[in-house]
């Protein structure tokens, strides 16, 4: 899913997440909106155009605000509850993004970017 800020060189954050302390489900679901935001800036940066060129500061925004509604609506299409998500919606979330994140990204990368944020999954009670 995202390249950037995965995993910070020599520790364990993933995507904002410090893998040695504890998580809540609201902490994973954020991070699969980061981790989400990070792989597919650079194609909506391809439609910036179809927005009117807006200032860089309000595209980055217009970006976030779309990813995060794209895995709203996949919270809505599970029957899930995007501001109470349980573990086991966020592995159906998980699995809905990797079907649609196979369109932009080679398999090998989606697996890992996957493992990266079933870490996190997998901390849950």
């Known amino acids: 899913m995202g390249e950037g800020k995965r995993i910070a060189k020599n520790s364990n954050i993933i995507y904002g997440l410090d893998v040695t302390k504890n998580v809540t489900p609201v902490m994973v679901r954020d991070a699969i909106i980061q981790c989400f935001y990070e792989a597919h800036c650079n194609v909506l ?38 501001n ?3 573990k086991e ?3 159906s979330v998980l699995e809905n993004l990797k079907g649609f994140a196979s369109i932009y990204r080679q398999p090998d990368i989606i697996k890992k970017h996957v493992s990266e944020i079933m870490l996190l999954i997998n901390k849950l009670d």
């Open 45 to 82: 940066e391809l439609a910036r155009e179809t927005f009117g060129h807006p200032p860089e500061k309000k595209f980055k925004e217009m970006k976030k605000s779309h990813v995060k509604e794209i895995v709203q609506d996949i919270f809505v299409k599970i029957e899930g509850d995007f």
């Open 84 to 86: 109470r998500p349980t």
């Open 89 to 91: 919606n966020l592995r």
